[in-house]
């Protein structure tokens, strides 16, 4: 079996790394993050139906936010 991946292989083989994704809505966008640090996100992917979503420079993944929620 052949595997193409860009992700390290330590992270493929070991059963350690669990990503913990969430929900939110930023500037009016819903999207997946994963937290990075207090307050920062890494954009995973955007959940919208809006095309004009997609081509944002600023929410695009793998871009990190400064993200303060609000409850």
């Known amino acids: 079996m052949v595997l193409w991946t860009v992700m390290p292989m330590e992270i493929i083989l070991s059963q350690e790394y669990q990503p ?6 930023y500037a009016g966008t819903k999207m997946m993050v994963e937290k990075t640090a207090n307050n920062e996100y890494r954009v995973v992917r955007i959940l919208s139906t809006d095309p004009q979503d997609y081509l944002r420079n600023d929410i695009q993944p793998g871009a990190v936010l400064s993200y303060e929620p609000i409850l």
Do not use: A
């Open 20 to 25: 913990n994704y969430e929900e939110i809505e």
